[in-house]
Structure formats: C-alpha cells, structure tokens
C-alpha cells in the first residue's frame, strides 16, 4: 500500500492525524470515530515516507488486548518492527534489559497478588483485617503508588481530596501499613507492578546513560487512552521523551472511568498548555454506532455541561438509521435477567452471533442472575474478568498438541483441516454439546481456536494474513500468532454473549448491548457520594452506551427479589431520557404485571404482543412511504403503551403517553383501525 492509498483510507479529520507527523499532537477521539484507524494509519504513514524508523516508534496504551489489536493492524498496514506495548509491558522489557547493568543480577520477583504481603503488613502493625478489607487496602496502596503519593504524605493527600480510607481505617493507619508494606516487600526480595514504573522512572532520572540509549532508541511516542493516565506514569513518559515534544496522545476527558485507579484526565486536558504549539484534531465522526445510540449517548453526557463541566464532544452518527434504543421496567432482577435472556435469544434467533451480544452491569456481583438466565435459556456465554483464556488448563493443554503437531503436520493437508483433527482428542466436535457448564466452556474454547485458524487461513490467502510469501498458512504460523497472542492476553474470540461490568467493558464494542441494573444505589452506585463520583458514575453509563453498534436495551428492575417491594427507581441519569411508563389501574390480579417499554418483551397478554407487532409493521411502512424515520410517525415506547392500553376510541388514544395532538388529528384513525383489527385476530386466535 503506497503513502497516497493510506491516506485515502481516512476521512478529513483522520487524516489531519495521519499527517501531523512531528512536534506535539492532541487527538480528541469521541467513541467509535475510528482513532485506532487514525493513529495506526499515521505511524504507518510516517514510516512509509520516511519519517520514522520503526524500531524509534514506541506506541503505549493500556491493556494487552489494546496493545495487541494495535500490533496486528499495523503489521497489517506493512508496519511491523514498531513497539506497541502496555505501560508495564514496555516498562519490564527496558527494566529488565538494564537491570544487570545498573544494578547487578537478575530483577527481583514480580508478586502476581498483593493480598498475602498486604495481611503480613496488616499484621506487624496491628491491624485488625479480613479478605475484603485485605483487597480493598492492596487497591489503597495502588491508588496511593501511582499517584506519587508516599506514606509520609499520604494523611496530607487524602485530606486535601476528602478521599475516606479504606476499610473504616483512619489514615494514619493506612500511612503505617505503606511502610510496613515495604518493608515487607523488600525482605522477601520481591517488587509489585507499580514498582515497576516507579524503578525504571527512577533509573531514567538518576542514570543519564541508561536514559540517553532509551532515548535514542525511542523518537517518537504515542500514546492511546491518554485520559486514564496516572501521575505516575506521566512521570514515566517525562522520563521517556526527556524534554521532547514528540509525542501524539489520543483519548477522550468524557471516557475517565478510573479515577479510583488514580487515572487523571488533567494531562490530556492541559496537552496543549503543557506542549505549546501543539496540534489539535478533534475525531467526532461515530462509525460504531446508530443514529438512535448516538443520540442517546449525545443527550446522557450533554449532562456534564449543563452541570458546568467541560463541554464533551458531540458525536455525529455516519451510520443509517437502526432500531430505536429499548428501555424496560421490570418487577424484579430475576425477572430482569430472564427477560433480558429471551430478548438475546430471539436476536440470536434473527441471525446475530452470540459474541456480538453483552449484558453490561455495575458490578461483578450482579453477573450471577444472567448466567443462570442465559444457561435456562440454552444461551452460550463468558464472563470477562474471570479466568484469562490462555491460563486455561483446556487451552494450554491444544497449545502442546499444536505445537507438537506442527513438527510433523502433513504438508498436503491444509492447516484449519489439521487443526480440527489435533483439536477432536481434546474434545471439540462439529457441533457444540448439549449440555452446559464445563464440557460446553471447553468447546468453546476449542471452538475459538477452530476459529483462529479459519481466519489465519483466510487472511494468508487475500494476502494480509502472516505466513510468508504466498503460501499457504501453515500449523507453524498458526502456533506463532498463539504464542504471539498468548504473551498479549489477546484472546480469539469465543462464540457465547460477553457478561462484563461496565469499567471491563472499555475499549470493546458489540452489535447487541443490554445495559442491565439502571436504578439508583447501583447507577450511580450508592458509595458515589461526591458531585465528582457521580460525574465518573455518569461516564460508565456514557461509556456503556457508546458500546452498542445497532441494538441497546436498558433496563432496571423495581425490586431486588420477586415479591418483594418496589422500593428502586430507575438511574437519575436517566431522568428525562426514559419514556414516559404510566400505566393503567392495576388489575385485580394478584400479581403485579411487568410494564415494559420494549415492544419485543415477553407480556402475559396475546392481545398486546399482537397489537404491538402489528402497529410496529403499520409504522413502518408508513415511515418507508414518507421517507422518514419510524420515530417520526410513531416513537417505539408509544407503539409499546398503545399495546398495553389497546384504546378504542380517540378520547383513549390521547390519554396514551406520547400521543400528542398532532398523532391524534393527524393518524388517530388509522392507529385504531389497527389496533382494533390486531386485537380482534387476537382474540379470536
């Protein structure tokens, strides 16, 4: 690809990134504007005309699956040799090379979890601790580490940001455990992650040698994500450019969800103070998402400007029009997770993929009611955060028969058809298991690697894949880009619906999003008790949002068990974003029926399914006749009240939620020829 055709592969703010290739740039990227696509592009662009050497380009963002998507499209743009890592990745890499050097001997240990030296710690200083507390003053110390925020002026800090201690421990106490924590640390000859930045950022200042050679090897940065950096690893990135003002850093201040990490914005708001000169690019072209979820996402952080905030960046939606965003009450959380369930299975059932769907949450704890629901309903599924897919027994186990395979793979025999003959002694067939649990999570993950290799075959064969010349990808290649993507915590993906928390969520789109618990106490979760913990509150909604493609449901559920009382109300932040759900006098049933907005949920009343679906159908063809969008004639909500209503005459149509004078003079005839035709074949079904 010459320099000319990766520019026409951008659109006019793209490529003013592609092109300001030296001195300080500030890209603001709203969500789903492409700013992989613009970043990759422009150091490809940089090196294909010369600008840049690969090895002096050093890309850092902030997971290993970032990290590894970035290598794979730049390898894929003819970039290969350029260092994309995640802080701590390149932050190892140099300690450990200069390690022997600077100080002698191998790096010491790195610890895996924190937990055991924070209760020996805990212990010495005569802290009373449990499991829970233990966690939550390990994330304590890293909050206080990467913030630059010693024991000694750990009381001070907190104080001058109201930031309680955790664990019901006063400060002073906190303070003891930091040092004893060293302490402890430093006798068994072991460093944490944190230490890492804070060693090599050390090591850079104090050793002009050792910084000169990163220097010289590293020209040019970029850096993804740039609102969550911490102020330990901005000291880190100093510590890199020495002074320089190569730099390009990439984020959006309306993304910060990791403040309680010690993520800042700051850095990425006051760039172009910092970098006078600097160039600014603002990405608001949204390729991701509809218009419907682009809206709903505009209108959700639109808040934080009225609240006197800065003013977030506005997307504008480049994709046709979708289905209308979906918004459901229900009774309780079971009956929240079944009907989300259902939902997913009849999407599925229209032909989308199981990993294009996620049901997004709060927190971890609330996953438990949508495993069940989903494995009811015969629904595959993965729950991020939870066991790594390459720490996988199973998959460690296919990666020694692949690796042993491919020293004695037959030639003639192509790879994926190799790969599912290794890959059937350890389980996996053409079709998945009946049964749930473990037997069907392993063929899953052997599925996955079926997967891998169809693609691996695929991409060698149009020419973009690894395998060298024009040969076919072998086994060999195949191992290579699991080793590759093993080391990068870059799984292939798993064919089941992603369960995630909204803050694992970042950085991941699907076609599908259910946005799951919308009620106050959860969203905002009831320990945000700071204007400045709700603004970061209302981010993860805004975050959440912006991950949907083309379908999003919200939902919430007025009662946590069934039967009990409806004491919850749905998120403030959805205040005057939720349609109107008023409802009619309850019936004499005992039991309280489900009032949903959502025209495609389950409902106990034939007659209201088939009035919605038929008022649905009507709706739409008139939009197709006038040219406009189905919410023009008639918003979904109000086809959903229309069914639970069913009027009969215009006086009962007017009472309806949504229907104004307009709707009624204009189409108040038509609605209820229709709903009095569904609701007659309704009845006589």
């Known amino acids: 690809m010459s320099a000319d055709a990766l520019l026409d592969a951008l659109d006019p703010e793209q490529r003013a990134v592609a092109t300001a290739l030296r001195g ?5 990227a709203g969500a789903g504007t492409g700013k992989t696509r613009a970043i990759t592009h ?3 662009y940089g090196i294909r005309t010369g600008v840049y050497r690969p090895g002096n380009v050093l890309a850092v963002t902030f997971t290993a699956r970032a990290a590894g998507e970035m290598r794979t499209r730049l390898r894929g ?3 290969s040799g350029v260092q994309a890592r995640t802080f701590h990745a390149a932050a190892l890499r140099q300690l450990g090379y200069f390690w022997p050097k600077v100080v002698g001997g191998a790096p010491p240990r790195i610890l895996d979890q924190k937990a055991q030296v924070v209760a020996e710690a805990a212990r010495r200083v005569g802290l009373s601790v449990d499991r829970v507390s233990v966690r939550d003053l390990a994330s304590e110390i890293e909050w206080a580490k990467v913030s630059l925020v010693t024991a000694d002026d750990y009381e001070k800090a907190v104080s001058a940001i109201a930031r309680p201690a955790p664990s019901g421990q006063d400060p002073q106490a906190v303070a003891r455990l930091m040092t004893s924590y060293e302490q402890v640390k430093a006798e068994r000859g072991v460093i944490d992650f944190e230490d890492v930045l804070l060693l090599l950022s050390a090591m850079l200042a104090e050793r002009r040698d050792v910084a000169d050679e990163i220097r010289e090897q590293y020209r040019y940065f970029v850096v993804d994500e740039y609102q969550d950096v911490s102020p330990l690893q901005q000291f880190l990135l100093d510590q890199w450019l020495g002074g320089r003002h190569e730099l390009c850093v990439v984020g959006d201040p309306s993304q910060t969800i990791y403040s309680f990490a010690g993520a800042t914005p700051y850095h990425l708001t006051t760039f172009a103070t910092t970098h006078p000169g600097a160039t600014v690019v603002r990405l608001v072209r949204d390729y991701r998402s509809t218009p419907q979820v682009v809206s709903l996402a505009n209108r959700v952080i639109d808040a ?4 006197g905030g800065p003013a977030p960046l506005e997307l504008r939606a480049q994709r046709p029009d979708g289905p209308e965003v979906r918004f459901t009450a229900y009774d309780d959380d079971e009956a929240e997770a079944t009907g989300v369930a259902h939902a997913i299975g009849r999407l ?7 990993s294009e769907v996620a049901v997004l949450y709060r927190t971890n704890a609330q996953s438990e009611a949508f495993e069940e629901a989903l494995a009811t309903a015969g629904i595959a599924y993965q729950v991020r955060g939870g066991e790594r897919f390459f720490a996988r027994r199973d998959v460690r186990d296919a990666l020694v028969l692949l690796r042993g395979g491919a020293r004695s793979a037959d030639p003639t025999v192509p790879m994926p058809e190799t790969v599912r003959d290794i890959l059937r002694t350890v389980g996996w067939s053409e079709e998945p298991p009946a049964a749930r649990g473990a037997a069907r999570e392993r063929w899953d993950a052997m599925h996955a690697l079926v997967g891998l290799a169809d693609e691996l075959a695929a991409a060698s064969a149009d020419g973009t894949g690894t395998a060298s010349g024009d040969q076919p990808a072998t086994l060999v290649d195949l191992v290579a880009e699991l080793d590759e993507r093993a080391a990068a915590q870059h799984a292939p993906t798993v064919e089941g619906v992603t369960l995630a928390s909204l803050h694992a969520a970042k950085g991941l789109e699907w076609d599908a999003v259910f946005l799951a618990g919308l009620s106050e106490g959860l ?7 700071t204007p400045a913990a709700v603004a970061e509150e209302r981010r993860l909604l805004y975050v959440g949002v912006t991950r949907a493609r083309e379908h999003l449901h919200l939902s919430y559920a007025r009662s946590r068990l069934p039967g009990g009382r409806p004491n919850r109300t749905r998120s403030r932040f959805l205040g005057d974003l939720w349609p109107d759900d008023r409802r009619p006098a309850r019936s004499s049933s005992t039991r309280r029926p489900t009032v949903t907005l959502d025209p495609t949920a389950d409902d106990d009343d034939p007659r209201a399914r088939r009035v919605v679906a038929e008022l649905t159908r009507w709706r739409d063809e008139q939009a197709r006749s006038a040219g406009v969008s189905p919410a023009r004639v008639l918003t979904t909500a109000t086809v959903a ?3 639970v209503h069913q009027p009969r005459t215009r006086e009962e149509l007017g009472r309806v939620p949504g229907v104004g004078a307009q709707t009624l003079a204009t189409l108040g005839d038509d609605v209820l020829a229709v709903v009095a035709r569904a609701a007659g074949s309704a009845g006589q079904g």
């Not at 934080?304 to 609240?307: K, P, V």
């Not at 599925?348 to 199981?354: A, H, I």
């Open 641 to 643: 009240l229309i069914g």
């Open 77 to 79: 743009l003819g970039a």
């Open 24 to 28: 300080p740039v500030c890209v603001l």
């Open 42 to 44: 422009r150091i490809a």
């Open 304 to 307: 934080t400007r009225r609240a």
């Open 348 to 354: 599925v059932r229209t032909g989308v993929r199981p």
């Open 523 to 529: 969203l905002p979760t009831s320990l945000a008790d």
